[in-house]
């Protein structure tokens, strides 16, 4: 799993890993991105990262939510998006909380500043 500390680098990366994985095929045409992934984390000291997915057909997952398919999965791919607009459509439902390293999970835990603050967030909503 590899989590970046803004989207633009996640999707970056997401990019060069779909063409990379594409390249193996034998065919002419350029692959397509009909699915586009995306998952937020918050680290224990707090900081959020991201990971970004793409794929050439749509209902795959690896490990991160469904954000886009079709079109708009390609214009993400091409860098027609707005990181804003990612950020506020997101929903904080969503989001993984590392407990321990590695261990991630939908709460956030209780037992340090972090968890406190995410979990007064989460009962805000």
């Known amino acids: 799993m590899s989590l970046y500390a803004t989207l633009e680098e996640a999707i970056d990366a997401a990019r060069e890993e779909f063409i990379e ?6 065919d002419d045409e350029p692959p397509v991105p009909q699915q586009f992934n995306l998952q937020k984390y918050v680290m224990l000291d707090g900081d959020i990262m991201w990971q970004a997915e793409f794929f050439e057909d749509e209902g795959e997952s690896v490990e991160c939510l469904t954000l ?36 991630f999970q939908l709460n956030p835990p209780l037992d340090t500043e972090e968890g406190e603050t995410a979990a007064d967030e989460w009962d805000e909503r």
């Open 21 to 26: 994985s594409a390249e193996g095929g034998n």
């Open 68 to 103: 886009r398919s079709g079109a708009a999965a390609q214009a993400i791919f091409d860098g027609d998006y707005d990181d804003e607009e990612i950020h506020e459509e997101w929903l904080g439902e969503n989001t993984l909380y590392e407990w321990e390293e590695g261990d």
